[in-house]
């Protein structure tokens, strides 16, 4: 059972109010690479891993896709999701993605925006996700990048000229990450790149694509502030296909 | 046209005491865990990028294959090389991997060990290599880990407790770093390990298996210095497939 962090007041209460709940899919600086990633989502069955309030979902919905099916953990971000609308062609649904099943070959695409790395096992739910997509069908995610998660200090080193480095160690060392963001005792699942893919390619995926993000000279350009993400990756972004 | 650092006397000199240049293979922490991603060499045409003084070139004539190419920048190395012997089954030939040209379709397996890291135009090499491979055929390599080679100042910090991390910075700025190393003003090339996989997805290839190098337990207790290459990698290692 993964650990239900969203639902505590404190950390929904903190992530009600960051860009990409507020401003939604716009709010997210890595959305555009993500978006390049997405094959046409016309007339597709869409699956979305920790859907949140339900952004994606509204947005596939209006891009034309067939429908979708926006799965959670958390009830405050279902309840919100629900309350959003529309009424027809997205359906939500609480779920824990380390207990998931879906039905065989029902979506054209899976989508997850920073959820897998709340998953502890996810060879499991590859699994899962590659029987529930049609051949072809496309898997696309984003999750939080190694680098950002594996440091015992996830937080910038700042020498006496002000210079930021990230200090990573345990990088190697995967498994559980506990981290205070948002709320105390957050728990995360640090993975390398190499995990992640390889469990991918052995349940059956084509790695397609494998984006670490960097923020464009547009976007630093807008909010200068995202200049420091060249120091290091927050993101990984990968798109798979069945 | 690459830099030719192994050529400088003082680059050489201390390359040839490395555990790699003395023992070869088995002097390499990394080799068990490339050797294992390697398909059976029996019978196959074989290219070597960056051949060095062909430990690699005479463990595959060893094992059985068909004929193996060495491909080396460097004038001393190749003079090593061909020293070694045999006299026949193995070809040396001096190349530099960013004006590379093959011809088609004639290997089974290309391999490549710490050599990427040097070549500028990586498009352009795998290019080559794709076109050289027959249908089917292997690209197996290692190369330096991006986190390893992304920060200005690519070494350990050490807190006052004795703590260890690596200071990434740069990491999504690719290009070269020049790093004094054996010798002063070596130049590599920095790419993420997105911008290598998907040169690679472009060029043609399917990713088979992506290892973030981490040494085994038995390798730790046999060698404890080793244990700190737990904290960041210093290898990648990729097999792929035309």
Request: aromatic share 10%; charged share 20%; proline share 6%.
């Amino acid at each position: 059972m993964a650990q239900n962090i969203y639902d505590q007041p404190e950390f929904f209460a903190g992530y009600s109010q960051l860009g990409r709940s507020v401003e939604g899919l716009d709010g997210a600086a890595e959305w555009p690479a993500l978006r390049a990633m997405l094959p046409d989502v016309t007339g597709l069955r869409i699956v979305d891993l920790g859907c949140g309030f339900g952004w994606f979902c509204r947005w596939a919905h209006g891009q034309g896709a067939s429908n979708v099916l926006g799965l959670d953990l958390s009830e405050k971000m279902l309840a919100r999701a629900r309350a959003a609308g529309p009424d027809t062609g997205i359906t939500y649904e609480r779920a824990d993605l380390d207990q998931l099943s879906l039905p065989r070959a029902s979506f054209d695409l899976a989508y997850s925006s920073l959820a897998l790395h709340y998953v502890a096992d996810v060879e499991r739910l590859f699994g899962t996700v590659h029987q529930a997509l049609s051949p072809g069908g496309h898997f696309v995610f984003s999750t939080e990048h190694p680098i950002y998660m594996a440091p015992t200090s996830p937080g910038w080193s700042i020498d006496g000229e002000g210079k930021k480095t990230w200090p990573v160690d345990r990088y190697l060392v995967e498994g559980p990450r506990t981290t205070d963001w948002l709320a105390k005792g957050v728990v995360k699942h640090h993975r390398t790149i190499g995990t992640t893919l390889n469990t991918l390619i052995g349940t059956g995926f084509t790695i397609e694509h494998v984006e670490e993000f960097r923020p464009t000279d547009a976007q630093i350009a807008a909010t200068p502030g995202l200049a420091e993400e060249l120091e290091r990756p927050m993101f990984l972004l990968v798109s798979a296909r069945r």
